[in-house]
């Protein structure tokens, strides 16, 4: 039972770059959900996803797609990257919100 | 639009000291509030709170709930430099939707 496993841990792109990061959890959980932290920002909502086939937006989801084509598997993909997408991007899944969230490790991204 | 706001956003304090943190919040249909603590990764879960004036306890640290005046405070007591962490409130909607943060406040223990 591997939790919430995010990758890439770390990465460093260039603007206008593309790229998708990973998130995958093995616990059968219906509710996963991207969020960014920024210093002095706290946690906020990317995008979300309540089963799959269904994803809704949150505070922050310009320049962000996602998907969720099976319950294990919600990948964020960055279209065309930006310096103001420089964060540490959690994901988080849950049965339901009585046993609290799982967040997975994060991933640095860097934008230059 | 949900509203989750905590203070102090910053705490510096010695061993031994209690603390109080405080979350206030405002939802359209309240569901549950949760706290968490982060230090230098993943935000790990500490409390969930659903229901007011009933306080929830692990060790050291305890939490209540005031849903009339909606708001929810954590208690540190004998802090320890292993304390040392941002501590984040987070509320959730009974409309399937996810958490809400707040800013978080970081804690500081010094020995």
């Known amino acids: 039972n591997a939790g919430v496993t995010q990758t890439p841990k770390f990465q460093v792109l260039k603007t206008g770059q593309s790229m998708t990061l990973q998130c995958a959890q093995d616990?059968?959980?219906?509710?996963m959900s991207w969020y960014r932290q920024d210093p002095g920002m706290g946690l906020r909502l990317i995008h979300y996803s309540v089963g799959a086939g269904i994803t809704d937006q949150g505070e922050v989801p310009n320049g962000y797609n996602v998907s969720r084509s099976t319950t294990e598997d919600f990948p964020l993909r960055l279209l065309s990257a930006a310096p103001s997408q420089t964060s540490v991007y959690f994901c988080a899944s849950s049965l339901d919100s009585v046993y609290g969230y799982t967040f997975g490790s994060g991933t640095r991204l860097t934008v230059v | 639009e949900d509203k989750v706001v905590q203070s102090p956003l910053s705490l510096v304090v010695h061993e031994g000291d209690t603390v109080t943190l405080n979350c206030s919040y405002e939802v359209t249909n309240f569901r549950s509030l949760l706290w968490y603590k982060q230090e230098k990764k993943a935000p790990t879960f500490l409390f969930m709170l659903t229901s007011s004036g009933i306080e929830k306890k692990s060790g050291r640290l305890s939490s209540i709930l005031d849903k009339k005046e909606l708001f929810s405070i954590l208690n540190i007591t004998a802090t320890q430099t292993g304390d040392s962490a941002v501590y984040l409130c987070?509320?959730?909607?009974?409309?399937?939707?996810?958490?809400?943060f707040g800013k978080g406040t970081r804690l500081s223990v010094i020995a």
């Open positions: 616990m059968n959980h219906e509710y």
């Open positions: 987070a509320v959730e909607d009974s409309g399937n939707t996810p958490l809400v």
